[in-house]
């Protein structure tokens, strides 16, 4: 029985390595908001500025999430861990539908 525990935990990232993953894809997030606000700014677009400011906003939340998990108790790590999961498909998801408006946005002009 304890062989198998053992196998579960190891497989099983622990929380700095899910804290590391959460904090590269937050540094991805940011690289790809100053890129789609210098786009942005080069067409004065200021629809899809003030859109970059509320991605920007759902960015900085995510941030606070993973400063909280640190403090957060242990029995509430996995809902954390999954509130943090969702957050981070939906900046995802966002950011790559801004970039598909952006291009086509960019590309008539």
Do not use: C, H, W
Request: aromatic content about 4%.
């Amino acid at each position: 029985m304890a062989t198998d525990t053992t196998k579960t935990e190891a497989a099983q990232p622990t929380l700095a390595e899910y804290e590391k993953r959460i904090v590269a894809q937050i540094e991805d997030a940011e690289a790809r908001l100053a890129k789609f606000e210098e786009r942005a700014k080069e067409y004065r677009l200021k629809a899809e500025i003030s859109a970059i400011d509320g991605l920007k906003v759902a960015r900085e939340n995510l941030e606070k999430k993973v400063a909280a998990l640190s403090t957060t108790s242990q029995a509430n790590v996995v809902r954390a861990k999954a509130d943090i999961d969702t957050t981070a498909a939906s900046l995802k998801t966002s950011l790559d539908q801004f970039a598909r408006k952006l291009s086509s946005l960019t590309e008539k002009k």
